[in-house]
């Protein structure tokens, strides 16, 4: 079974502009978290979304937004991007919530540079 | 949503077992206690998961005293490749709150 896929690897911007970061989940899973990682840092929680709808939020500006598709893959997008938005955003699925054991499947991540 | 405090770094050397210790005060009755190790520029990978008393597998034991008030994560005889930040959460798996506070963790550099 494949894992979590998160596209692209790695990204150099410049501020001002917008990133748009995908995250396809495991076949199966419906729920989708996004997360961002300064260095040094924990994971700082963005949003959740379930069945197409944002389920949780995280205490972010609203540069940042997120979306879900019927197939389940999610997108995030930050706008009128600032230095301090470069970090690693890493996203994680799980199964429907009927089937929820509290394990996160993580993807390696979209390493975001903002120059 | 519970809060945990974890050590901010732990030091240990090859061969040890390494205990990693997590609060978390107001822990409610349906929250599970979940452990994630991250390596460097990865995503965390789930380690372990319990209630009370105490869960092992093949990669850690896990240790959670009556009150739950606390828990104890345990490295058996860690090697080189253990050196990683290790997260604990605690929350309920029914719900979508217990994925939304990771906190800094604790990382653990383990020497030759």
């Known amino acids: 079974k494949a894992g979590v896929t998160q596209t692209p690897r790695y990204l150099i911007k410049t501020r001002g502009q917008q990133v748009t970061l995908s995250c396809s989940p495991i076949s199966g899973h419906r729920s989708v978290s996004w997360y961002q990682q300064t260095p040094g840092q924990g994971l700082q929680f963005l949003f959740e979304?379930?069945?197409?709808?944002?389920?949780n939020k995280g205490n972010f500006p609203g540069r940042f937004s997120g979306r879900q598709f019927s197939n389940s893959r999610s997108e995030m997008n930050v706008s009128t991007l600032e230095l301090g938005d470069s970090a690693l955003y890493l996203c994680?699925?799980?199964?429907?919530?009927?089937?929820?054991?509290?394990?996160?499947?993580f993807g390696e991540g979209s390493r975001l540079t903002v120059l | 949503l519970a809060k945990t405090t974890q050590p901010i770094s732990m030091d240990s050397y090859e061969g040890q077992e390494v205990n990693i210790t997590c609060s978390h005060n107001?822990?409610?009755?349906?929250?599970?206690i979940t452990w994630y190790q991250q390596f460097p520029s990865q995503g965390p990978r789930f380690i372990i998961q319990?209630?009370?008393t105490k869960v092992t597998n093949e990669v850690a034991s896990l240790f959670i005293p009556a009150d739950r008030k606390s828990s104890t994560l345990s490295l058996p005889r860690v090697s080189l490749s253990d050196t990683a930040v290790y997260y604990c959460?605690?929350?309920?798996?029914?719900?979508?709150?217990?994925?939304?506070?990771f906190g800094a963790g604790t990382r653990l550099f383990v020497k030759a």
């Open positions: 994680a699925s799980e199964p429907a919530l009927a089937l929820n054991t509290g394990e996160l499947f």
């Open positions: 979304y379930f069945s197409e709808t944002q389920r």
């Open positions: 959460l605690v929350g309920d798996p029914g719900t979508g709150g217990f994925k939304t506070i």
């Open positions: 319990g209630y009370k």
């Open positions: 107001n822990i409610a009755t349906n929250d599970y």
